[in-house]
T-cell receptor, first 113, second 113 residues
Framework: EPEVTQTPSHQVTQMGQEVILRCVPI?????FYWYRQILGQKVEFLVS????????KSEIFDDQFSVERPDGSNFTLKIRSTKLEDSAMYFC???????????FGPGTRLTVL | GNSVTQMEGPVTLSEEAFLTINCTYT??????LFWYVQYPGEGLQLLLK?????DKGSNKGFEATYRKETTSFHLEKGSVQVSDSAVYFC????????????FGKGTKLTVNP
């Protein structure tokens, strides 16, 4: 069964460093998302992406964040200069378009020291 | 704005016990409602969904009914198994094209043999 994959599973970085989180959505899906979950808190929407552009973003998704679909398979989330409060589990999701069901990856745990 | 309030956990049950996890929502219009489950070390998986009032979603013995009059979507299972131990998330997707998911905080369920 097709699934969303994410790499790495755990990323540790120093405050101020750039990180890139990678996702491979399901191959025939057209809509892509990033969510995050700070430990003990809700899963929060960050951004949605369709047709090579951002379709919606939350207040969390400020100028430090960017997303890209550099080729036909990867979908990346870049944080330019990480802060301590960026430490969280980051989930990628994709949706085919014909239904509203989003399929999630296993997440990347980002730890900012 | 739209929000989901979910029963706080953790919940600990014995095998074959009855499970209810409460979920209520605030949204305009007619959102779609979802339950996602996260097994240890894995991503979020769709458990069931309902897209209109009085619909009942069901899967793997779990059920939830979309109750517009009480703005609720409570998750139930008649007889839980050890393998049901996981974190359960209630979520909504608003009507009218904003397809991002709004999640509750999640409820951790542990089922003991």
């Amino acid at each position: 069964e097709p699934e969303v994959t994410q790499t790495p599973s755990h990323q540790v970085t120093q405050m101020g460093q750039e990180v890139i989180l990678r996702c491979v959505p399901i191959s025939n899906h057209l809509y892509f998302y990033w969510y995050r979950q700070i430990l003990g808190q809700k899963v929060e929407f960050l951004v949605s992406f369709y047709n090579n552009e951002i379709s919606e973003k939350s207040e969390i998704f400020d100028d430090q964040f960017s997303v890209e679909r550099p080729d036909g398979s990867n979908f990346t989330l870049k944080i330019r200069s990480t802060k301590l409060e960026d430490s969280a589990m980051y989930f990628c999701a994709s949706r085919q378009g014909s239904t509203d069901t989003q399929y999630f990856g296993p997440g990347t745990r980002l730890t900012v020291l | 704005g739209n929000s989901v309030t979910q029963m706080e956990g953790p919940v600990t049950l014995s095998e074959e016990a009855f499970l209810t996890i409460n979920c209520t929502y605030t949204a305009t219009g007619y959102p779609s409602l979802f339950w996602y489950v996260q097994y240890p070390g894995e991503g979020l998986q769709l458990l069931l969904k309902a897209t209109k009032a009085d619909d009942k979603g069901s899967n793997k013995g779990f059920e939830a009914t979309y109750r517009k009059e009480t703005t609720s979507f409570h998750l139930e299972k008649g007889s839980v198994q050890v393998s049901d131990s996981a974190v359960y998330f209630c979520a909504l997707s608003a009507q009218g094209g904003s397809e991002k998911l709004v999640f509750g905080k999640g409820t951790k369920l542990t089922v003991n043999p």
